[in-house]
């Protein structure tokens, strides 16, 4: 039984043979496999089958070619309505990202990965502010080794360029320079076909992420409810699900819309905090939407509080903020 369609391209000849490019993934292995239809008779061969996804597309890519030779072309909508979806002043980009996906040097690209993180720690800021994966693919691909190349890279505008251009030039010029600048011998190198390909690729890939993710929280879900019918305490059950706890008060609170009546067991843990009913009144006073100011009103500057200690402070006041957000709600 097939799991899950990847790939299907029609072709055709002028005399009217056709033809069919099909990859599908099926009891753990990928397979590629070309369907050809003479007089309403279908042959099939199998061109690829195994656990590699990669080679399934390379086999793709290979039928492709073989099949162009022997005069077949696409007749799919499939293809045209891929491309559709792009707007023509977006198909270099997208072809500059397909093309550097599968040619860039991965240990610039790790360098590259490093380095962003630095600058986006250093900057406060999210990695992604400075440059997304597929920015630092191209980087990593076409290898810049001076400013005016830099700035023909699609995504790095001059403010950019000016921020972080010595930093990227400096792990880019490590690598030969494989690719000549302009850029723009890139819409003839990709053709449409490969460009598609990759479209969808991507597209699968996207979803299984999320599918992974999904599950990843759907476990994380059933591990916290479980440990709460068990009356885990807090701060075990934090550590138990790699949270900090205001991760696990957000979690909570998000149960709590979905229907779960978590009131009883944020009161038990409540009634274990000595001054509960002082920082009550407080968070009642102050509101519970942020906790410095609720901090401030219990405790002052807390300088006379060691740093262990200002820390379980702040726990406790998140532990009674989302017991009142959740008798608010109720």
């Avoid at 003839?188 to 969808?200: F, R, Y």
Wanted: glycine share 4%.
């Amino acid at each position: 039984m097939i799991n899950h369609l990847y790939y299907l391209l029609s072709l055709s000849q002028p005399q009217g043979d056709k033809g069919k490019i099909i990859v599908f993934h099926r009891d753990g292995n990928y397979e590629t496999q070309w369907t050809s239809i003479a007089e309403e008779v279908e042959e099939t061969l199998i061109y690829y089958t195994g656990p590699e996804k990669e080679k399934a597309w390379q086999a793709v890519e290979a039928l492709q070619v073989e099949k162009a030779k022997e005069g077949f072309t696409p007749d799919s909508t499939l293809l045209n309505l891929t491309l559709s979806a792009i707007p023509t002043s977006y198909q270099f980009i997208r072809k500059l990202e397909c093309f550097s996906h599968r040619n860039m040097n991965d240990e610039i690209f790790q360098e590259l990965r490093k380095w962003r993180r630095h600058a986006a720690s250093k900057a406060q800021i999210p990695p992604y502010f400075i440059a997304t994966d597929k920015l630092l693919s191209i980087l990593s691909t076409v290898t810049p080794h001076h400013q005016d190349e830099l700035v023909q890279i699609p995504g790095i505008g001059s403010n950019k360029a000016q921020l972080y251009g010595p930093g990227i030039l400096e792990i880019t010029q490590k690598a030969p320079q494989l690719y000549p600048f302009p850029l723009d011998w890139v819409n003839d190198k990709v053709l449409p076909e490969e460009l598609a390909v990759w479209l969808l690729e991507e597209k699968v890939a996207k979803e299984e992420k999320r599918q992974h993710r999904q599950e990843q929280e759907r476990m994380e879900k059933t591990a916290l409810l479980e440990a709460i019918h068990q009356h885990v305490s807090i701060e075990p059950l934090a550590q138990k699900l790699s949270l900090n706890i205001a991760q696990l008060m957000k979690k909570i609170l998000d149960l709590s819309k979905e229907g779960y009546d978590l009131l009883p067991y944020l009161e038990s843990e409540v009634s274990k905090i000595q001054e509960s009913s002082r920082i009550e009144s407080v968070v009642s006073m102050v509101g519970s939407s942020r906790l410095k100011p609720i901090f401030e009103q219990l405790y002052g500057d807390g300088k006379g509080l060691a740093s262990k200690e200002r820390g379980e402070k702040y726990n406790q006041i998140r532990l009674i903020c989302a017991l009142v957000q959740l008798k608010s709600a109720s």
